[in-house]
């Protein structure tokens, strides 16, 4: 199934951008009476029919819609210093959207490399993999932040949780989730943080413990930030 | 910590090959009586004091040795159908690598789009990812054989699962495992099959299935082939 993205869904009626409609109507030679399936990027998947035919602006009537489209039981976001190699978090975007994230934040820790991120790039990605991983609901990537700012921004009845490679008492993130430390499993959403290649400063892990996040273990295995951000979502994924 | 490969470690010495000593003692500028360490790729570490600083062929004295260094508490065969584009497919691959796999079989199914694949590039990935993520044993990549043909030889005392998209009872990864199956969680091995972009064809599906083999589900998320192999491995790897 071919999904294609609209916001403009008002009236009855979905609109197609320039892009769009050039893959709908030039690539795939869809033709006005044609069933297309249209996604919202909020959730919901329509199902329509091809009206007008426009490379330019095509425009088709909703028969039917289909909250909650590809959805998953949780709210994730997950909060990633981008990696030196901007193709390792690219890569963590697309795979975490197939499997299931909310919320993408790029967040620059004291001893990132990398400093500045373009997230247009990001929202195009974001976009082509939930409509090939049949989602209706984009996650929402987040202008880039410092660990600082993020931390003490983050609502207080998250799940919070922190990965770092210091030495101390830690929790899986099962664990968290399932309540078993004591924080609720019926918060508002989750959200972890993962550190750069250097790790947090000792200054940003200590803001984040005296804040109440949860510091949380990934296992034994020595991960890449972009291998530990996403053995994260599949553990969140997995656990519901 | 840099790591150094080799498996050449006879009589107390470690002998590295060209490639290794030119990045040891070029790249890295060490001298005699430098400390390095050096990995066997079957599960050693060897602590050692370089002798020989030649950059066409460097010698060590093997100091100590830590057998099952990075190692992890299960045995995992992971059999995947290679990808069209065999970028995803060597991303598995390296990924698998750092968060812990023993076996990466490619096999070829009925519909995989891509019959033949080389291996040598994949040799050198799994072993500069083992070296990476401080593993001393590299995982082993077998020769691809058919999907019907690894079905046929696969061991009967393993744990073995499949993941298809046929309808069906399925379990998780998680409950077969945790022995609820009845499958023997004290097995020699685990193994699991991932097909390719087209699903198995139903015939392989039917004698996975006369053979024993666990139908698995990974959850509801539509997932691609390299990705819903990485998301098996962490399955088993959060297991533990």
Redesign the interface.
Known sequence: MELFFSENTDGGLVRLDQEESTHCVRVLRHRVGDEIAVIDGRGTLYRCVLEDADPKGATARIVSGEPGF?S?PYHLTMAVCPTKNIDRFE?FVE?AT???VDVIAPVIGERSERKVLKTERLERLVRSAAK????GAIPLIAAPVSVREFILSAPSDALKMICYCFDGPKH?I?EVLSGGTGAPPESSGICILIGPEGDFSPQEAELALSRGWVPVTL??????TE?AA??AV??V??AF
Chains 1, 2 share one sequence.
């Open positions: 590809g998953h890569w795979k197939e499997i299931g090939q991983s049949l989602k899986t099962a296992g034994k295995s020595r991960l890449r291998t996403l053995v599949t553990q994924y997995s």
